[in-house]
């Protein structure tokens, strides 16, 4: 298994599954008028940022550390699930309920995704090797 090309493909999927998702989102706010761009970005930012930085996280550690990789998966979905209660947690505090309810609806959308998406490649990945 080649992890640099392993890491790059996760890194490729992240970025297409989150493009595909914008522009769902860009065409709910064009049918039904809604202004959910606020709610987007943050929630497509969210998902990049965690995926690049679980990606190059996992690489580094296969390279080096092969025998934690175990601890890892289970810390980076711990991880990611603290950061995203505090990222919906800001959200509350700085929203009017509408927008609130738009933000949690679209962010748990890209989260879900975005966990589905790490536990199958991961999965897979664990599997080939």
Not at 41 to 59: G, M, N, P, Y
Not at 108 to 127: D, E, G
């Amino acid at each position: 298994m080649d992890i640099h090309q392993t890491c790059k493909r996760y890194i490729i999927q992240s970025i297409s599954a989150v493009v595909v998702l914008s522009l769902l989102v860009l065409v709910v706010m064009n049918l039904w008028q809604l202004n959910l761009l606020a709610a987007l970005l943050t929630s497509a930012l969210f998902v990049l940022i965690v995926d690049v930085a679980t990606a190059l996280l996992w690489r580094w550690i296969a390279t080096k550390h092969s025998n934690l990789l175990t601890s890892f998966f289970t810390g980076v979905s711990g991880f990611r699930f603290l950061l995203a209660l505090a990222v919906m947690g800001v959200w509350y505090a700085v929203s009017e309920r509408e927008m609130m309810l738009h933000f949690f609806v679209i962010f748990l959308v890209f989260y879900m995704v975005s966990l589905i998406h790490h536990s199958v490649f991961f999965s897979r990945v664990s599997n080939r090797s």
